[in-house]
């Protein structure tokens, strides 16, 4: 193992990713782990140099005072007790608390500053091969940025012995499912399943209108494929995940309550039982993004705007139309490119397009038309519970409206949504 690591025990102090990232800051990779953790698996973590203890309020859970069992305390490497009832208060000034923690991690504990990409790569090439052994490994992969890392990671430590399964439900946007075949099937040589399942999905989204009744069907079907795909395939033990850090915050921990619940955790079939691989599971987005870039992946897959999960699914509204949704992608396609082309691509959160069901009369060539309206929407955010509108140039947003009315079939208006979150949501549906 390459890197050295600090264990941060989690007793429910909503500070704890915090803290690993300032660990982080300082070079040397911090885990956070639960509470009840064993003084023989703390043992068994790789280069663990120290421990710290983080309590705060929530190491009261129903009356009761939560604590790391008795033999945590007399592990063989330094245990740092922070915030942890009647021990001196955790400095909340970030140059004194910078200095307490490079004073523990360097000082105390002797670790070195060897955090990078490439040795968390080599690290997790090794663990990945020491889990996995000779066995298969499946993973859905969606193109998003989490499960195409996974994917590329798994690539490089298991090569063959991964099957990627790639499910187009017709809601991706426009040549992302020829990217992924192109990156991964082509140009990383990996076993890779692609199946077409466009008709499947439109057939059973067909006449359904409402929201949530859209994302379940979605959603449901979206698991059916999979399995049954998994099931066509023998002699398979593990499944990878894309699950990252703030999916597990989000979640919830043994500690922590949930803020919500997420697609990546929990929601396994039942009966179909693999053991999971999960080599993202400690890292934040940005160091995801990282880790993709050092394995070779396309900028344009690492650095992607985040894309719900439905897909252009809710950006089309009310009940989808295959002319619709085309309208959606052909448009989306027409505003990322013009983004890009005036450097704005990488700098607005998310940008996108959304086509209402209804129609508006217009005028075209001297001859009246009945057609669709496109909806522009950029917005910036930090944490998506709020945003606020990108102030797009003029001139630019004119340019985009003169070709989406002149490329879109059946667009004949273009309105930019200058709502923020509240009172809008990022999404329409
Ligand atoms: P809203 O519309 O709630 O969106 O302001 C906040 C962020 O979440 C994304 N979003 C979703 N992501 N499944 C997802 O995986 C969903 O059903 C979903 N709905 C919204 C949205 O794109 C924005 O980034």
């Keep these: 193992m390459k890197q050295d690591m600090i264990v941060i025990l989690d007793l429910g102090s909503e500070e704890n990713p915090r803290l690993a990232r300032e660990i982080r800051a300082l070079g040397v990779y911090s885990e956070i782990h639960p509470h009840d953790i064993t003084a023989e698996e703390l043992a068994a973590l790789p280069n663990v140099k120290g421990v710290i203890l983080n309590g705060g309020p929530n190491r009261v859970v129903d009356g009761v005072e939560i604590d790391v069992s008795k033999e945590i305390y007399n592990a063989p490497v330094p245990v740092l007790l922070a915030d942890h009832g009647g021990d001196a208060p955790w400095p909340a000034d970030p140059e004194e608390r910078k200095a307490a923690l490079s004073n523990f991690v360097f000082g105390v504990c002797g670790a070195q500053a060897n955090w990078n990409m490439e040795n968390f790569i080599a690290d997790q090439v090794e663990l990945i091969r020491r889990q996995v052994g000779d066995k298969k490994v499946l993973l859905a992969l969606s193109g998003g940025v989490d499960s195409s890392v996974v994917a590329a990671l798994l690539i490089k430590a298991i090569g063959k012995q991964l099957t990627c399964v790639h499910v187009n439900h017709g809601l991706l946007r426009k040549g992302e499912p020829e990217q992924v075949v192109k990156v991964f099937r082509d140009e990383m040589d990996a076993n890779l399943i692609y199946v077409d399942a466009v008709d499947r999905f439109l057939d059973k989204l067909a006449g359904v209108a409402d929201p949530e009744e859209k994302r379940k069907i979605i959603g449901g079907e979206f698991i059916r494929v999979f399995e049954e795909e998994a099931r066509k395939l023998d002699g398979i033990d593990f499944l990878a995940q894309g699950t990252i850090y ?23 079939p039942e009966d179909l039982k693999f053991e999971l691989v999960e080599p993202l599971k400690m890292l934040f987005k940005d160091e995801v993004r990282a880790c993709g870039a050092a394995l070779g992946l396309p900028d344009s897959m690492v650095y992607r705007q985040p894309f719900p999960g439905p897909g252009l699914g809710v950006r089309c509204l009310g009940a989808i139309t295959r002319d619709r949704l085309e309208a959606v992608r052909e448009s989306d396609a027409i505003l990322r490119e013009e983004f890009a082309q005036a450097g704005l691509q990488g700098k607005v959160w998310q940008y996108f397009t959304v086509v209402p069901d209804f129609k508006s009369v217009g005028v075209r060539d001297n001859v009246r038309t009945f057609d669709w309206p496109v909806i522009l929407r950029a917005v910036n955010t930090v944490d998506a519970m709020t945003a606020t509108v990108e ?4 001139a630019l947003l004119q340019k985009i409206t003169q070709r989406i009315t002149s490329e879109v079939k059946g667009v004949n208006r273009v309105l930019y949504d200058l709502t923020p979150k509240p009172s809008g949501t990022i999404e329409w549906e």
Excluded at 249 to 267: L, Q, W, Y
Excluded at 391 to 394: A, E, H, I, L, S
Aim: hydrophobic fraction near 35%; charged fraction near 20%.
């Design 391 to 394: 102030d797009v140039p003029f």
């Design 246 to 268: 703030p999916d597990i915050i989000e979640s919830g921990t043994k500690t922590v309550k949930a803020v919500k619940s997420h697609h990546n955790v929990g929601g396994l």
